[in-house]
């Protein structure tokens, strides 16, 4: 039997580790899992209505962090967790993603000789700025077992020498989650309740602080969606970091007067399911929507210089614009004015998804689990 300490912290964890428990408990011969959430990310809307939506045991133990600096949010998941693991004891850890969490977790079991498993290892931007590239690259040095969504993430830990007896290609458990939810999505009114139908809408996620932080960068891409959202409406579900810049640069009154840019509230993960799998684009800098529209053959433009996910642009429907506002427009335009090639390319991607992105990876990080216990 092993015990194993499952972590989530923000709101991009909870959708990767609820398949993972709920493969644990139908084992419940050979796992004892438990969860343990830090409180990184502690709103309703970023954090309670993903365990309602997943069906996800509500946490066993509760840290309670808040936000912070790095450095104090680090040091704060770090110093209230180790004190859990001396008590519980746990056979593994299990870490999922990039956020200051799972490194905090990752690097506190280093310390006490606890074995690790990375969920979603190998990624890589190669950008430094970065604040989750530093995340992924030291949770990876110092994990026992790294779990890769892709072929091309197991090359980069190859490449960085670590030893082919830590690396097992599992596939994408973000995926699991996808399609176990999609038609369940469909009892969502969240589109009927924004008055907008089917393809006839665009979704836009925004909350990098690269993008949303500094004045000028932010400015460029709301140019950029003004002149979007002149041929398609703009659904905006805007993140709490982001709404307080809004409010800091004073542009929240230029958005609130073009009707065709529509703020929301975060929704919850059914509700945003059922959103982006109805759009005719999706705008984002988020990491795990360029893989959930690349799963669902939905265009995506990413707002970002790079990605640490390009199966999704040399595999799926992602491509990287930047935040010229001219070439996010141009992209933009070429992506609405062709909706017949993309509907060919949705086609031909339903049969060419990455490899394993087949909504049964939680059972193989089970298996690799137990296989590396031995
Ligand atoms: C974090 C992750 C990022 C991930 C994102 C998803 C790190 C370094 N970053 O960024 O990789 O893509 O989560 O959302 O771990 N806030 C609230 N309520 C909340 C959570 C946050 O109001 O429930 C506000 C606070 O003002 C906080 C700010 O958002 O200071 C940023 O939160 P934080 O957890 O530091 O980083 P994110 O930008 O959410």
Redesign the pocket.
């Known amino acids: 039997m092993l015990k194993v300490i499952n972590v989530v ?4 964890n909870f959708m990767k580790v609820a398949p993972i428990v709920a493969a644990m408990r139908g084992r419940a011969n050979e796992f004892a899992p438990l969860v343990v959430h830090t409180g ?4 309703a809307a ?2 309670d209505s993903f365990f309602r939506d997943l069906g996800m045991p509500q946490p066993d133990v509760y840290l309670n962090v808040g ?2 600096s ?1 450095a104090a ?1 680090t040091a704060a998941v770090m110093q209230r967790f180790e004190p859990v693991v001396a008590k519980e004891k746990p056979d593994w850890v299990l870490v999922v ?5 799972t490194l905090a977790c990752a690097l506190v079991c280093a310390k006490l000789h606890i074995k690790v498993a990375h969920v979603e290892a190998g990624l890589r931007s190669r950008d430094r700025e970065m ?2 590239e530093i ?1 992924r690259l030291l949770t990876d040095q110092i994990s026992d077992l790294l779990l890769t969504p892709s072929m091309d993430t197991s090359e980069n830990l190859r490449a960085e020498g670590i030893a082919e007896t830590r690396i097992r290609f599992v596939g994408n458990v973000m995926v699991d989650s996808l399609l176990a939810h999609l038609s369940l999505s469909a009892n969502s009114n969240i589109r009927e309740d924004l008055g907008v139908a089917e393809k006839a809408y665009a979704v836009l996620t925004l ?3 690269s993008n949303v932080d500094e004045r000028e960068t932010l400015a460029r891409i709301l140019d950029a969606l003004e002149e979007i959202s002149r041929s398609v409406p703009l659904i905006f579900p805007v ?3 982001t709404r ?1 810049r809004l409010d800091e640069f004073s542009f929240a009154e230029r958005i609130e007067r073009n009707e065709n840019l529509r703020l929301i509230e975060p929704l919850g993960y059914l509700d945003f399911l059922r959103l982006y799998s109805g759009a005719v684009i999706v705008l984002t800098d ?2 795990g929507l360029q893989e959930e529209t690349t799963a669902l053959g939905i265009p995506c433009l990413t707002l970002r210089e790079n990605t640490e996910r390009p199966v999704t642009v040399t595999k799926g429907t992602n491509i990287i614009v930047g935040t010229d506002t001219e070439k996010i427009v141009q992209s933009a335009r070429r992506v609405l004015h062709s909706p017949r090639s993309n509907e060919l390319r949705q086609v031909a991607l339903a049969s060419s998804l990455p490899p394993l992105w087949d909504g049964h990876t939680a059972p193989r990080i089970l298996d690799a689990l137990i296989a590396a216990s031995i």
Do not use: I, K
């Open positions: 912290g923000a709101r991009p990184q990310h502690y709103d970023m954090s936000s912070g790095h949010q993603g990039d956020v200051n969490s604040p989750e995340n909350h990098r602080p993140h709490p970091r307080a988020s990491g």
